[in-house]
Each structure stands twice: as C-alpha cells, then as structure tokens.
C-alpha cells in the first residue's frame, strides 16, 4: 500500500514535468494549445509546469534520501542549537 502511495505521489508532479516539456516543445515549433491564448503564455505555462514538477520530485528524492543516511554531507540538515 505504501509503494502505491508512493508511486502515484510521484507520477503526479512526473506528468506535469512532462506536460510542461510538451507544452515548450510545442511553442518552439509555434502550435498553439487551445485554451491558452498566446504563445509566450503557453511558453510561461510550459517553464512553470516543468519546474513545479521537476522541483517536487527532486525534493522528494532527497527527503527519501536523507532519511535513509544516503547523502553527502554538504546536503545532510544541520542541527540546530
């Protein structure tokens, strides 16, 4: 249940990264998706997808992984006094 949970928690923010990719890719060929009116929006819409996804996905990562005593020091919390 938990491995579920964890899956769909990451394949959320992974469809909007790639969404966003799709969403570049498709202003640098100049076609336009329907409800966004312009191109640079959709450009804008684009960048921000990707990096809402990329960014929560990473973060999960290195939580995860700083949980299990798998990072380099330089990225391990510092405690505080």
Request: hydrophobic fraction near 55%.
């Amino acid at each position: 249940m938990a491995r579920t949970l964890a899956f769909i928690v990451l394949l959320i923010p992974g469809l909007m990264a790639a969404g966003g990719i799709i969403l570049i890719r498709d202003t640098i060929f100049g076609k336009l998706f329907e409800p966004i009116p312009f191109l640079w929006l959709q450009l804008l819409v684009g960048i921000i997808f990707f990096g809402v996804g990329l960014s929560f996905f990473a973060g999960f990562l290195l939580h995860r992984d700083r949980k299990n005593g798998k990072v380099q020091a330089r990225f391990t919390k510092k405690k505080e006094l």
